[in-house]
């Protein structure tokens, strides 16, 4: 545990989520705009919870700050934001890198499915036991153009999620044992149309290397690009709409018919 997480356990007076972290949310989580208080505020505190209990690492050379730790822990806590924050159980600790890594000179599988022996460039990655890796710069490029539909934080914490059965297989563990079979129905037809070329034009061609990688790109678009994910697959977006407990498209249309947010 940090001193940090020393303080927060042992602390006498309630914690005020500072205004300049506040900032840093509305800046650099897309979504926020849409979100009611009620979920802002809860989701404030899941991003505490982020920040003091998992363990922040960086690559040699590189400080952590403040805005690193607020913005990656606001992207992943909104994927939680129904589930909570036990659903992070096996996030142990996130290491922050300034830019994409690039791996070549020995076999590499970064995904099952996926083995090569040529370069490798990342900007993030995701294991059962070991840490979450996020780029920094891949944040902050996102973070600027969410309108894209990609969110590589989005995409590693959802395999994290996915990871919660033990295997990176595109299906994370589903309340409803019903669920199951239409999941995989809907998912498996989703993921061989990507295959084909002839997938959603939301998703990009990564999401055909596995079943895995094909629900971690689905998430970046259906968190980012929710209202269109919805027209084009409606039924994959009610599925994702079900796991996740969720409806970005609903807040959506709520902001752009100038509806308050309660």
């Known amino acids: ?124 990655e995701t294991s059962e036991r070991g840490p979450v890796m996020i780029t920094w710069n891949s944040v902050t490029r996102e973070a600027r153009h969410p309108e894209h539909g990609h969110n590589v934080v989005f995409h590693e914490f959802a395999h994290k999620l996915d990871l919660l059965d033990g295997v990176v297989d595109g299906t994370p563990p589903l309340s409803d044992p019903a669920l199951v079979d239409r999941w995989v129905e809907v998912f498996t037809r989703e993921y061989e149309a990507v295959g084909r070329g002839e997938g959603s034009p939301l998703l990009r061609a990564y999401a055909s290397v596995n079943p895995g990688e094909f629900f971690a790109v689905v998430t970046e678009v259906f968190f980012t690009r929710g209202p269109e994910l919805r027209e084009d697959r409606a039924d994959l977006y009610e599925l994702l709409a079900g796991f996740y407990r969720q409806d970005p498209a609903k807040r959506t249309r709520i902001v752009r018919n100038g509806l308050r947010r309660e």
């Open 1 to 124: 545990m940090t001193a940090l997480g020393d303080w927060w356990r042992n602390r006498r007076e309630p914690f005020e989520f500072p205004d300049e972290w506040r900032r840093m949310l509305e800046a650099c989580v897309a979504p926020w705009d849409t979100l009611s208080a009620d979920e802002r505020e809860r989701m404030e505190q899941l991003v505490l919870q982020l920040i003091v209990n998992k363990r922040w690492e960086a690559t040699a050379g590189m400080a952590i700050t403040d805005e690193m730790k607020v913005v990656i822990a606001g992207n992943a806590a909104l994927l939680v934001l129904e589930l909570g924050i036990e659903a992070y159980g096996k996030v142990g600790s996130i290491l922050v890198a300034p830019h994409e890594v690039r791996v070549s000179g020995r076999e590499f599988s970064f995904v099952p499915g996926l083995l090569t022996d040529g370069p490798v460039t990342l900007s993030g």
